[in-house]
């Protein structure tokens, strides 16, 4: 068995209490040492599952008053025995406590170690510990339904389903085997094909959720990029609804990295401000721009702003440059102001939206926003009962699985001896249970709950 581990399972932060949790074998033990209640009450009344009242104590020395739960393994989060103790909030007492458990011998836990006991003991499969971060870190409703439905088991399911279909074909496959090696019987294999192509089309299905799927998980991320003195600063302040950005008419105002999180029809837009893009010798303004171009290299969606009061220039060509071949989104802003601009000279690929705005009027915020919500879900709207695949590891081993499958289907269209649709079959087979977690490496295990936050 492995040690107890302990950690913090609130968030840090002035509160109205905090919780530390410990799991493990010797987690009673040690609940018991610290905690005094007020009312006597034996072991077998301790451990059933109620809340208790009384006080934490480092030997004499009193820590703090709080509530505390004894849950008995294995119907627990970890399947282990686990106490909670309710704690004021504050970073103090919660920390005091964590620091009493550890000293009488728990280890402090890793991230996402609790989950993943939770993994490893059978309470979870993969997919279902991968939904529970998703859920915790969720910023929009769609995000928090598609974590709450994989947390449910619907990919799970899926992936079982599948996997089945292909050890029965793969059963057939052998049967096959020996049947030719007696040389009784050729293989008769539009059944299994047929069989083989259902499979192939629901793992397609699966995989192809996975763009819509993405983007509702992790949210676009989105630059704003512009010449100094466009309005990137009020666009973001306009999207966002909070002056988060410093706004003058100086142009170069903006330096750093300014972001924010905004919700579109259920979409997480992460929205990065940036300096305004320009040569220029002042040093910081430098770093500010450098940075604008490495936002604008690495973002899902750029959003370019071209002032329409103002003719076009050198600075504006460079803002045009970076939008070849990207996602995009092109904005004229200052629609109020007399126009100046050449429109066509700007010479946008005819793929990229262009929109007038004018951020002071709150002209056209809305028509982009629809133009980004077309643009990412192409106004698919999800039904709550579809598996949606939200992770790019999931994609990555279907598209690997779908491989194998398709070209094990493929060889028995063109009768190629049996033994190697076989090993694709079974390919197929095992590198879906990466999915569940039934067949995983260790250091894959590990990278998974890496992401995951302490105490959880
Ligand atoms: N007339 C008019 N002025 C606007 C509009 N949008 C922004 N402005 C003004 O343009 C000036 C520059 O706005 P910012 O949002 O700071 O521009 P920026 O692109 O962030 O500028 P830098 O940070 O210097 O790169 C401010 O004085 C804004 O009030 C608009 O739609 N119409
Ligand atoms: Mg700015």
């Not at 739960?69 to 406590?97: C, L, Q």
């Not at 990207?326 to 005819?350: C, H, T, W, Y």
């Not at 790019?392 to 063109?414: F, T, V, Y």
Request: hydrophobic letters at 40%; one cysteine or more.
């Amino acid at each position: 068995m492995e040690h107890t581990i302990a950690a913090i399972s609130t968030a840090t932060g002035e509160a109205g209490i905090g919780i530390v949790r410990m799991s493990g074998l010797t987690s009673f033990e040690i609940g018991k040492k610290i905690f005094k209640p007020i009312k006597e009450i034996d072991d077998k009344n301790l451990e059933n599952r109620t809340l208790r009242y009384g006080h934490i104590y480092d030997d004499d020395k009193l820590i703090d008053e709080v509530l505390i739960a004894f849950m008995k393994g294995p119907n627990t989060y970890t399947r282990e025995d686990i106490v909670e103790i309710y704690t004021h909030g504050g970073i103090i007492s919660v920390k005091k406590v964590l620091d009493l458990t550890l000293k009488n011998g728990a280890k402090i836990a890793e991230k996402g170690e609790f989950t993943k006991r939770a993994f490893l003991n059978g309470r979870l499969d993969l997919s279902q510990a991968e939904a529970v971060i998703d859920m915790i870190k969720a910023k929009t409703d769609k995000a928090y339904e598609a974590s709450i439905n994989q947390l449910e088991g619907s990919l799970k399911k899926d992936i079982k389903k599948y996997r089945d279909g292909l050890l029965n074909l793969l059963a057939h496959v052998e049967y096959s085997i020996n049947f030719t090696e007696d040389g009784q019987e050729e293989l008769d294999n539009s059944v299994i094909i047929k069989e083989g192509e259902e499979i192939l089309e629901g793992l397609k299905k699966l995989y192809n959720s996975s763009n819509r799927g993405k983007i509702i998980r992790d949210g676009i991320n989105t630059t704003i990029i512009g010449k100094p003195n466009v309005g990137k600063s009020s666009l973001l302040n306009n999207l966002a609804k909070v002056n988060k950005a410093i706004v003058t008419d100086i142009p170069g105002t903006t330096r750093d990295i300014i972001e924010e999180y905004i919700d579109i029809d259920g979409v997480a837009l992460k929205i990065s401000d940036t300096a305004g893009i320009r040569d220029t010798d002042d040093i910081v303004e430098k770093i500010g721009v450098d940075r604008s171009l490495d936002f604008a290299q690495s973002a899902d969606l750029i959003i370019a702003i071209f002032d329409l009061s103002k003719e076009l220039d050198e600075e504006d060509k460079i803002v045009l440059d970076l939008l070849k071949g990207r996602k995009a989104i092109v904005l004229l802003n200052k629609d109020d102001l007399e126009s100046k601009l050449d429109i066509d000279s700007l010479n946008i690929d005819e793929n990229i939206p262009v929109i007038r705005i004018s951020i002071k009027n709150n002209k056209g915020i809305d028509k982009l926003e629809e133009t980004i919500s077309k643009m990412f879900l192409q106004g698919e709207i999800i039904s709550s009962n579809e598996t949606l695949v939200t992770n790019i590891r999931h994609q990555d081993i279907l598209g690997r699985a779908i491989n194998h499958l398709e070209s094990s289907l493929n060889d028995m269209k063109l009768n190629i001896p049996i033994d190697c649709v076989e090993v694709d079959l079974r390919d197929s087979w095992e590198i879906l249970g990466e999915i569940t977690g039934e067949t995983i490496e260790d250091d894959v295990l590990d990278k998974i709950f890496k992401d995951f936050c302490i105490g959880k």
